[in-house]
């Protein structure tokens, strides 16, 4: 009987989505009738805290649990019910211009006997994935990310749980802001991407909503709030999107201390603008940054089933030995596209046809020829 040994790690930020994803990986890999199918005993090990685990492992004792787990079935039976990530993860960069570290990750890839590699993260955990599949390694990708902006796959773990936790927290602020007449600034995550700023906008009803893809006008937002207000309105809801900006404006920084892939942590437009409200449209006003809250909790239905279906489709192609892949969904079906596809710059908002630009809100419709 030939050995196959998996390895899975998981990189960049957490969120829900990705335990379900590494336990159905595993648990078709790990199936009885695929080893007696192909005459091979497969092996997963998962690797902590994503590309750190490879960069940092002692070669003198490879398999050191600070590093490698291996995984069996038993070990992975509840981990769809859980957020974050089991395995752990990290930003480290192997390919970090300041400190290259590749070649040490691709050295340590051989050391474990690893014949394929299913990395789960964002464009940042899958450009490294991409670049080690260009120098030789059995990579597959599995997307993930709150911010939903990897083009090629309409869906990436994560997003459904944290857009039900946006919806939850507007539900909440409205009684107050019901109650004492105000306006409510609700910050969201979103670098570059605004759909979550825009879809969690749309799931709960949010009068205003800012994104990155469309500089937003101060006076637009008050005149709207006023208008609002006149036709009898108490209170209103206003998301925005951690990278949304005022026209002629920069991003809002929040520490200005790059991390390995060359990022600073964005934050304080939802303050910028509340503030701008109170002193603009004279009305009271608070803002509140969900920040991580979206990251974290138990995955929703939505991702515990996208998790599976993702985590059986990696551990397909891995078996399939068809390499190089992001497993993706598109037009109701899971399927895989290169890893180059999937990081050719990130996905937007499309402000024509998706985004009202008078109003700042969600805007769709059947799409006519012409119109
Ligand atoms: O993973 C994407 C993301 O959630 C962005 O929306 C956000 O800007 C960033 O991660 C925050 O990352 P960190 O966990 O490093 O603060």
Redesign the pocket.
């Known amino acids: 009987m030939e050995r196959y040994k998996i390895g899975i790690l998981t990189g ?4 829900a989505g990705i335990n379900p994803a590494v336990k159905w990986a595993v648990k078709t890999a790990l199936d009885t009738r695929l080893a007696a199918e192909r005459n091979t005993r497969y092996e997963v090990v998962g690797i902590r805290n994503g590309w750190e685990g490879l960069m940092s492992m002692d070669p003198a004792n490879p398999s050191d649990p600070t590093h490698v787990l291996p995984l069996s079935e038993e070990l992975v039976r509840t981990w769809d019910r859980y957020g974050g990530t089991n395995l752990g993860t990290s ?1 480290a960069n192997p390919y970090n211009p300041r400190n290259d570290v590749s070649k040490t990750v691709l050295k340590n890839i051989e050391l474990l006997e690893l014949d394929a590699l299913i990395a789960i993260g ?1 464009d940042d955990t899958l450009g490294v994935a991409s670049k080690l599949a260009g120098e030789g390694a059995s990579v597959v990708g599995i997307p993930k ?3 939903k902006d990897l083009p090629g796959t309409e869906y990436t773990l ?1 997003f459904e749980t ?1 857009m039900n936790v946006v919806v939850e927290c507007v539900d909440r602020l409205r009684t107050t802001a019901g109650s004492h007449r105000r306006v409510f600034v609700v910050e969201t ?3 570059h991407a605004g759909w ?1 700023a825009l879809e969690g906008g749309e799931s709960s009803g949010a009068y205003i909503i800012l994104i990155p893809e469309y500089d937003f006008s101060m006076e637009r937002v008050n005149e709207l709030l006023l208008g609002g207000r006149k036709s009898g309105a108490r209170y209103e809801i206003v998301i925005v999107a ?2 949304a900006k005022p026209a002629g404006g920069v991003e809002f920084v929040s520490d200005d201390r790059p ?1 390995s892939f060359g ?1 600073r ?3 304080g437009v939802g303050e910028f603008v509340a503030r701008a409200i109170r002193e603009g449209a004279g009305l009271e006003t608070r803002s509140m940054v969900l ?2 809250l ?2 974290g909790g138990v995955p929703c239905a939505y991702d515990r089933r996208m998790g599976r279906y993702f985590g059986i489709a990696a551990a397909d192609l891995v078996v399939a030995k068809d390499f190089g892949k992001m497993v993706a969904y598109r037009d109701g079906r899971i399927t895989a596209i290169p890893l180059e596809e999937a990081l050719a710059g990130p996905h937007l908002v499309d402000v024509e046809t998706e985004y009202d630009t008078s109003r700042y809100n969600g805007r769709r419709t059947i799409l006519r020829h012409g119109a």
């Open positions: 960049g930020g957490d969120c930003r964002g990310t709150i911010d994560g944290a995550m979103g670098r979550l951690e990278g991390d990022h942590a964005l934050g920040s991580h979206q990251r």
